[in-house]
């Protein structure tokens, strides 16, 4: 959604649900212990400034949420978000971008079961510097 010229506001409805046990899915020696499964959800918020300079920031906030069952004892799941943030530059007609950004603001770690399938998340506050051009 397009709130003026310069800013743009993305959301992503929670349309990431990983059951840990499909019927489609063949038992391998890597499969769960019947009975076990986990659902992983995630909502994602971005928010992108644009500058007619070359100026930009952006800004992602990514919540995630998993439920674990079937476990004796009980597993517990975990709820965290991901906080990220950044800012850079274009030049050389748009050809050159450098960037600065905060990864994993909130330096949070978490506890996700590995039944689901979910990104590689970063567990530690990282300050990620880039520079990408194109020739």
Do not use: K
Not at 8 to 20: D, E, G, Q
Not at 53 to 65: D, I, K, P, V
């Amino acid at each position: 959604m397009g709130l003026c010229r310069q800013v743009f506001l993305r959301v992503r409805p929670p349309a990431r649900f990983y059951p840990a046990l499909s019927p489609r899915w063949p038992t391998t020696a890597f499969s769960s212990p019947p009975g076990h499964h986990g659902l992983l959800h995630e909502l994602g918020l971005r928010g992108i400034y644009n500058h007619p300079s070359g100026f930009f920031a952006s800004a992602e906030g990514r919540l995630f949420s998993q439920h674990s069952g079937g476990y004796s004892p009980g597993l517990a799941g975990d709820t965290f978000w991901q906080l990220d943030a950044g800012a850079g530059w274009r030049f050389f007609q748009r050809r050159a971008t450098l960037r600065l950004a905060v990864l994993n603001l909130l330096d949070q770690d978490y506890r996700l079961n590995p039944l689901n399938l979910h990104p590689d998340l970063l567990r530690r506050r990282t300050l990620d510097l880039s520079l990408h051009v194109e020739f």
